[in-house]
């Protein structure tokens, strides 16, 4: 499945998720992975973005939560120090196992992720202070919103472990890309193939587009590009 | 429970819906629809447009999914044969049994139903390139979004059968109308009728709102008009 | 908890609201209510705004509706009179015990509630005329929208009545504050003092997040400023 | 559909119920019933006996249900009411719309509703006192357990009205017929009719399960019988 | 509140246990519970016996797990700690956050726990060898059962502290009493005056059935007794 | 993971499906197949056998339903067919993607297999006939009961396809093993080996459970033994 003469410019990490950003979507990337034979890397429907206009790309930073019902003595120092630990180019990604008690994200973690380099986040569960996080252009994606902090809630059990995060199994360094349809995470053994591969689809669904707006039945322009 | 003289023209089927996309909304059709005692007409609070702005109208034509789990020989056969098969004016109605496994309907599948004069999409489940659809203005309704292909998660069994969608028992051919409050459904047995009275509920709607807002009591407005 | 000199202007009540509109959010509310021992005040994330833009402040004026199977004789009345007796800076708190059969508000009653001096409505349910309530500018909260009339699905039986929404126990008279991440419920017990220590609060955090843009670990900048 | 010699014998009402409770079983009623074009009348699969070897009949007494916050006075008055008025031949048929706060149902009232010659319970909610009722051999039928009084939190605001319970509406009056496969509600526009129809149902399937037994195969039996 | 002389002899905590197992239900303890103000004590419907006859007693020994998603070294170093740390009259309450990956309770685990004195487990979650725990006769309470192991799924991360199971706050020592109909949570605070008065109610319940049997009204029978 | 010496003796499929109903049970087959890799094979809490007493084993006769709106002709045709072409050994694995709209299986259906030589039925569903069938003692197992047919509501679409039942992706083939506990599925690559290891585990657990009755503490006993 690789092609000879690649379309995916030799980058760093940094650019090439710049360039991924402005060139795929995330449903390109999906059917390359069916290709592939990862079937199962697209997030849930309930993973949303904070905002229609949310391109998210970067390595997945994993960290593990636990509700609990008491608060501890320095309660936010396991998250503390999972946000402070964040490089350049990573994406929290945030497994709270489905939990809507609280709201472990918000403007603050956005800020402080922000200045290490992180380029997002994601959390399977609420965030809070959700137009500040709009109004800086940080693209968070969740399961919904709610305004209560995560003291005495929920706390950092673990970091840069396996989770599991809209029902898809993500290792730590996994790059993960988000936009309006959801989130797609690429296993890092196929990455730069899967990438490849998707920027040769959307050309021609491109391609396709255009013979359907011309008229084209779907039986044929299918026929000839063989995507759908 | 006819009217005299009718606020309803003598038209075609798409300038009818035409006239009616701009003269209606589904909460005066549905009040309608419960006067003529047809009380479950209204789909349910999952079913919601890609975007606030689209009014979505025309005739269904319903179109029947199962979830499959094996990518079979020509996978799309079946939900190609049903693009190409739809006629000016028709409102492709996907009922998929509420899946939420994969996005049978895109941007391609929008782009097709346009070209052959399509009006809308309605899926009981999800749907991929949101904005491309939104930028098509084109009217997809459906509960949620998810990047993944339908190949080998969802296929076409029949077309131009009764289904259920959001609640909704729906005959083909029958008118589905949607906004940004929802999407009912109008039998084809009443459907001018229905119509008809939901024209002329407008005008009391228009007329209990001028009134409340100049300070009447909502026991006098009601008394007057007879309609909340 | 009290602080010496009042962040806090005397004000009447609809001064109040609309200082607190304009100076604190949902999440520094809900914060300080923690603090106050107050953990159970902020409504659950199915609890949403119709529009991202919308603040609601006010007392909450409850009112109890039932899910019914007929139309009985004048199936209004009982939700008319509690809307015709709503008084100035009082927020409709619908409870309906997350019915998802019918929509028991919409614009008329935005309108007669706003007639009134009526700042806001609350649903744990659903709601209709979407579009021209957000046109109205008046906030209101639910979890969802359906075009369908409360007339023999939804009745009136109570009202200044404790009770139950998005999670939260409301007692008659109780502040109710709601923006884009969700709604909290200040008890009238503490309210002053609540509001004093969010104000207080809310320039700690703005502290906070200049030192993160600025650079600083969040580990130094919570040591110091003690939010998160 | 009717059938020249009946199968059901003249019967007062007592007698009728003692006669179909032997003689019948919730399968074959629904069956008739979908002959007869009454689609959904077999309550949801979460409506469960008590005990696997429950078998109810009898008219159905509405009970109508909300989820209240406070403790009244009296709070207990409209269910004392309810309870007894309950006729001989009757089941307590109660409408909490799925309440999962409380048990509004017990011993107490089981015992009562027996002492006044009520032949069961419907609860479209939570019982308590479940091996107590189950050693009284009285028919309950619910949709889970819980040890938690109604006193504040639930109150009957209705008897006698038409009722939703395990999504089948339900008139004051039907019949209700419960065993282990679940609950059916027999219009009474109807009744006489297909409770023959189900008694000679019951025979064509003894033959066709004596043959299955005996080795034919289902294509055979059922073109023979035309029972499934 | 206090009785003068008492009902509830003066007893170890063992020789209580199996007092109240053999004289309370979970039904009166919860109505006692509300009269003293506790009025969210009893779990929800979910949290059911492994059999009908189990009859639970003993003090909560409170035990906190994580979903993880990888297997690490010694991965049930903490469960295996926790259980080995049982105290005679103590009962595991497990809180996993309602997982349903795995079951982290079994018959060893029970096994182990009945050899160190504890009298039963509670787990909100899923637990396997069902038919081996009950022919043990070890009072487990769950919310379903599934054949797999915790290893890879779930980790113990605390023992000891508060937890939330069933949707009831529990310290550890407060007393869980779990019957057929549930699990109520009796908190240290008030456990005296809580059994006491339940056993004083035990005997006005058995006096009403007794007279409703009779033929008495419900109105007349409550009136007298004051119990419901 | 070979064993040398076999636990397993040669037997034809009918004679060993025989010796683990009576050998194995579900939680040791899950385990093995973790310890091989497979840790998906478990079905999810929600199906249950129809008796607790029920054992299930036999090789998947996969059979895919979707839900239909309206009685077609000959409606039963194909799962007549589908029922009528079980083999020896077979079990009916009926996928209807969750369906609770209706009980696709019965006793007519569960007489017609058992007839064939099919040795249970696991349907991801609703079932009729329940006391009828736990009489025959046939395994059926199922998500819930529900008296209404198949009729109009759902239709067999596919046979002998890959299926997912209980979020178990099944290929026709395949060993399901079921019993209180739920079900597991052998994918048919791995068999022999898992239920060999499954044989040998049984013994270690054995072993470990006298010694922890014994009053050894789990730490000793899982050193020892390394079962949990």
Do not use: H
């Amino acid at each position: 499945m690789e092609t000879e003469s690649s379309l995916l410019p030799k980058l760093d990490d940094l650019e090439l998720f710049e360039f991924i950003r402005k060139n795929l979507y995330s449903a390109v990337i999906s059917d390359v992975l069916d290709e592939f034979g990862f079937r199962c890397q697209a997030m849930g429907p309930e993973v949303r973005p904070l905002s229609k206009k949310f391109v998210l790309v970067g390595r997945a930073k994993t960290i593990l939560w636990v509700d609990v019902f008491e608060v501890g003595t320095d309660p936010y120092a396991s998250e503390i120090a999972a946000v402070d630990s964040i490089k350049p180019g990573e994406v929290a990604v945030n497994c709270t196992n489905q939990s809507t008690r609280n709201a472990p994200w918000g403007e603050l973690m956005s800020t402080a992720t922000k200045a290490r380099g992180g380029l997002g986040a994601i959390v399977d569960g609420l965030v809070r202070d959700s137009l500040g996080i709009i109004k800086m252009g940080f693209p968070v994606f969740c399961t919904g919103l709610r305004p209560i902090d995560s003291k005495g809630r929920g706390m950092v059990v673990d970091c840069d472990v396996p989770v599991r995060v809209g029902g898809v199994k993500i290792q730590p360094g996994d790059i993960v890309f988000g936009d309006n349809d959801g989130v797609v995470v690429v296993p890092s053994e196929c990455e730069r193939d899967v990438l490849e591969q998707a920027l040769e689809k959307v050309s021609r669904e491109r391609s396709s587009l255009k013979e359907l707006r011309a008229g084209k039945l779907l039986r044929q322009v299918y026929d000839k590009y063989g995507v759908l």
